[in-house]
């Protein structure tokens, strides 16, 4: 049970863990033909081969390893104690792991651990949240491998690519940095993220703890989009740019891959994370709390900032800002460039065509 105190809306943690599985549900293709230990191919009872999403992270459904919930009123001897959420605790069967070697969940809290910017011991500011077997070497020297790889450094994506995706889902990892980019996740890059792996070698990124996203700071004032560049992160939230310095994996992922990045952003937010979709996950989660029901929480922890004000109509405004800006930013220039560049193309071949 979870105290939204320093949430009005109710919904903020919850719904960014829903759009996040949104997010990963993209990816999800049943598309893998399955075989037995010797080999064979399943079939069922008509001959027919038996195919399901074989990718650990995906297979696991509901919101692919991040919570889920819904909003509940706590009573406690006939005392009302305010609206909570439901959640689903952050352990093994949030992400349907066994005890078994393999198996296991970091919690990144701080940098310079939690920022993949040092090795970690597990007592320092990466911590370990579920580990299969008793014996946690294995976990420690596979995650170490993991930094150690994304620490280096690299003149070619090619050396990159064979050193790190063997170690980490590139496509989880990609997903979390547009995410957190889109939703101004402001302090989930340096810390208040998890990485997950379900064969001991490969880890995978799961978003956790989203309170402070959506223009909301850690002293509770909204970033603005000024239009200055004179402080990137006072006048925009977390951009690509300015979040390379907070997490090492994606300073790599932005100097390698700024143009997948960018393809995966303009899918994102013409579906998944547009702002009809966005504005759409808050008002059904928060459709089911009583406007009484929200007034009443109020009376009862009067303390609660921002009550005013933080609701889902402001996160759909904030939403719809940020979108905008996205997309002047990252993509409208981009798109700009390549309508440029069909251009000269199509000049090209009119000019071969005339002979000329």
């Known amino acids: 049970i979870k105290a939204n105190y320093l949430d009005p809306s109710q919904a903020v943690n919850v719904v960014n863990a829903k759009l996040w599985g949104k997010i990963r549900s993209t990816h999800y293709q049943v598309s893998d033909t399955l075989q037995d230990d010797k080999g064979n191919y399943l079939v069922d009872n008509n001959g027919n081969y038996i ?8 297979s696991i459904g509901g919101n ?28 093994d ?16 809290v701080w940098s310079p651990q939690g920022a993949l910017q040092q090795e970690t011991n597990f007592k320092d500011q990466m911590e370990l949240q579920f580990c299969g077997t008793k014996d946690e070497k294995w ?7 993991l930094i150690d790889a994304v620490v280096a450094h690299y003149d070619k994506a090619e050396d990159f690519d064979k050193a790190v995706s063997p170690l980490v889902d590139l496509d989880s990892a990609y997903d979390y940095y547009i995410y957190s980019v889109l939703i101004n996740n402001d302090d989930g890059l340096f810390r208040n993220y998890l990485l997950q792996t379900f064969d001991g070698k490969k880890w995978y990124f799961a978003a956790y703890d989203l309170d402070e996203t959506f223009g909301r700071t850690p002293d509770f004032l909204e970033h603005t ?20 310095g907070n997490n090492r994996l994606m300073y790599q992922l932005w100097k390698f891959h700024k143009d997948e990045i960018l393809k995966r952003s303009q899918d994102l937010v013409r579906w998944t994370m547009s702002a009809a979709s966005v504005d759409t996950a808050f008002v059904d989660y928060v459709r089911k709390i009583s406007q009484i029901a929200l007034d009443e929480e109020i009376k009862t922890w009067p303390g609660t900032p921002n009550t005013s004000v933080d609701n889902v109509n402001r996160i759909g405004r904030w939403y719809m800002q940020r979108i905008d800006w996205f997309k002047q930013r990252y993509l409208d220039s981009n798109q700009s460039e390549l309508e440029q560049l069909k251009a000269r193309i199509e000049n090209l ?7 000329k």
């Open 51 to 58: 195919i399901a999403e074989t990718d650990p992270q995906l």
């Open 225 to 244: 989009l000024a239009d200055s560049d004179t402080n990137d992160f006072r006048d925009h939230g977390v951009t690509f740019e300015n979040a390379v």
């Open 349 to 355: 071949e009119h000019t071969k065509a005339a002979g």
């Open 139 to 145: 976990a420690l020297n596979s995650i170490n491998k």
């Open 93 to 108: 069967w949030m992400a349907k792991m066994p005890s078994k070697a393999g198996y296991a969940i970091v919690d990144a």
């Open 64 to 91: 692919y390893g991040a919570v889920d919930g819904f909003p509940i009123a706590v009573y406690i001897n006939d005392q009302y104690w305010g609206l909570y959420s439901f959640n689903i605790p952050k352990d």
